[in-house]
């Protein structure tokens, strides 16, 4: 028996029931797990979903920023204070929906262009010239609406 119906176009998705007592049930492997191996499957590009298990309600993104809450607190920190204050700024704010699209838009250049960056491609300045021209088009998009760095 297969997972996806023959027209189905999006991969199986993989549940994860998260308990009251905070345990991450995950119902492929019938096993708990730990944010850890959540987060093991975000990098190895698995869909999920983690639903709460009484109410059925979709917990994923709240989990999905706990990890990136940990990942901030352990180690380099991706975002500083200011991007962060930023960011706050935008909720309640007329743009924040294009927001969001923005940062999606860039992140998915990013990761398109992380693999031939990967593949040595670095040590031509590409990655310098590509993180210049994000910060520039970063401030110009943030003057917009008046917030300078």
């Given amino acids: 028996m297969q997972k996806n119906a023959p027209n189905d176009s999006k991969p199986a998705q993989r549940v994860i029931k998260k308990y009251p007592n905070r345990r991450l049930y995950d119902t492929d492997t019938s096993t708990y797990i730990t944010l850890a191996e959540i987060k093991q499957l975000v990098m190895d590009s698995q869909a999920f979903a983690v639903l709460d298990a009484k109410t059925g309600d979709d917990l994923t993104r709240s989990i999905l920023l706990q990890i990136i809450l940990e990942e901030e607190a352990n180690g380099s920190p991706m975002f500083t ?4 204050s930023n960011i706050i700024r935008f909720y309640g704010h007329a743009m924040q929906g294009m927001m969001g699209g923005y940062l999606e838009k860039n992140m998915q250049a990013l990761m398109d262009m992380q693999a031939p960056l990967v593949q040595g491609v670095m040590g031509n300045g590409m990655f310098q010239q590509m993180q210049e021209h994000m ?7 943030l003057g917009t609406f008046g917030i300078k760095r």
């Fill in 81 to 84: 204070t200011p991007v962060l």
């Fill in 135 to 141: 910060q520039k088009q970063t401030e110009q998009f």
